[in-house]
């Protein structure tokens, strides 16, 4: 099994940057596909991004594209998601999970505590 642990998250200014950061244990780590996903106030979780085991593929929603950045690390058994131009809209508790590559949450094993991302505008 795998294990995750969040960082990263704060308050930030709209058109401001955050990087995230997931921190895995666990010996098979380069084994999953990681996955960012957010649930803001009120709303269902929603997909974010998404990771091969490798690192060579990579899925990102629309709400996101161009903005944001996955990627991960296997020797540091870290997954990162750098988030640019940040939008009020999302602000939301940003949470990693480890699975099977989908944007479908029920997809992913292991879930994170979460991390509050607050984009003020």
Do not use: H
């Amino acid at each position: 099994q795998v294990q995750l642990v969040e960082s990263g998250g704060g308050l930030v200014q709209a058109g401001g940057s955050l990087r995230l950061s997931c921190a895995a244990s666990g010996r098979t780590f380069s084994s999953y596909a990681m996955g960012w996903f957010r649930q803001a106030p009120g709303k269902e979780r929603e997909f974010v991004a998404s990771i091969n085991w490798s690192g060579v593929s990579t899925v990102y929603a629309d709400s996101v594209k161009g903005r944001f950045t996955i990627s991960r690390d296997n020797a540091k058994s870290t997954v990162y998601l750098q988030m640019n131009s940040l939008k009020p809209e999302d602000t939301a508790v940003y949470y990693c999970a480890a699975g099977s590559m989908s944007i479908w949450y029920k997809m992913y094993n292991y879930w994170g505590q979460g991390t509050q991302v607050t984009v003020s505008s």
